[in-house]
Nanobody, 121 residues
Framework: QVQLVESGGGLVQAGESLRLSCGVS????????AAWYRQAPEKQRELVAV???????HLAESVKGRFIISRDNAKNTLYLQMAGLKPEDTAVYYC???????????????WGQGTQVTVSS
């Protein structure tokens, strides 16, 4: 059973940066696309960023120019470097493995516990 463990969240001020990490157990990481989602209070979970096995990246419009997604296959770890954080980035961030069509991401792993990111104004 693949397990995903997110970390790196915290409380920051607007304009500051954070780097999130997602550790993945097992061998599924290198065979799957990977993604970051976030869920703000009383809102639906939304896709933030995707990286394919070949390194192709897709970013939501709201984070383009500010967030960078990357992966280290040797460490089975997914990253999300977030800069220029805004209060509207406040959410619980989750990572996921799955498949990516170029438009849609289809998760095929269980959700981890997520990591809270809070951005104060």
């Amino acid at each position: 059973q693949v397990q995903l463990v997110e970390s790196g969240g915290g409380l920051v001020q607007a304009g500051e940066s954070l780097r999130l990490s997602c550790g993945v157990s097992g061998s599924a990481f290198t065979m799957n696309a990977a993604a970051w989602y976030r869920q703000a209070p009383e809102k639906q979970r939304e896709l933030v960023a995707v990286i394919t096995t070949g390194g192709r990246v897709h970013l939501a419009e709201s984070v383009k120019g500010r967030f960078i997604i990357s992966r280290d296959n040797a460490k089975n770890t997914l990253y999300l470097q977030m800069a220029g954080l805004k209060p509207e980035d406040t959410a619980v961030y989750y990572c996921s493995l799955g498949s990516f069509t170029g438009i849609s991401f289809y998760p095929n792993s269980r959700w981890g516990q997520g990591t809270q990111v809070t951005v104060s104004s």
